[in-house]
């Protein structure tokens, strides 16, 4: 009785193929008892989310929420006397404030330029335009006026100092 080297390699490799199969279907069977756990915790929520949309429905009923309202923020119906019943009660238009039109660029230069230009620079527009340099014109109050005339496209104003 001579056992061969084949056959007791081939009685491993049986028994060793035996094990990993046992052990795969311990494997399979355990995850198939998680994945039933999983699908009663996952039925378990979907009831509850069902109860809370009924109780939110239930909660956000129109004729409940009314009588809260009326019972917490003590509101009162319209009084149908303060209604406007036509057109002609409301207010004529209000004048806007600010100026239909952009201020033409010169003026806007004008304002942004500096009193005396830096040293080395090409003579501005605020050396040949009186609004443009306030420091060499007339007082402050006068540009501020002849400012707001050139924007707004009016005569001067009699309140400015002429």
Do not use: C
Request: without cysteine; charged residues 20%.
């Amino acid at each position: 009785m001579r056992i061969r080297l084949s056959s007791i390699v081939s009685l491993g490799l049986a028994g060793m193929a035996g094990f990993m199969l046992f052990q795969t279907s311990q494997n399979v069977q355990q995850a198939e008892h998680q994945l039933r756990g999983l699908n009663a915790q996952l039925t378990k929520e979907g009831e509850a989310l069902r109860v809370l949309e009924a109780e939110w429905d239930y909660l956000n009923r129109p004729d409940r929420l009314e009588e809260l309202a009326r019972q917490h923020l003590k509101m009162e119906p319209i009084d149908p006397a303060l209604l406007v019943r036509d057109g002609g009660a409301l207010p004529d238009q209000i004048e806007p404030i600010i100026p239909a039109r952009k201020p033409d660029p010169a003026l806007r230069r004008a304002v942004l330029a500096p009193s005396t230009p830096p040293a080395g620079s090409p003579p501005s527009v605020a050396a040949h335009d009186p609004v443009a340099s306030p420091a060499t014109s007339s007082p402050s109050s006068e540009n501020f006026d002849t400012l707001i005339n050139r924007l707004t496209d009016t005569e001067p104003s009699s309140g400015g100092a002429q």
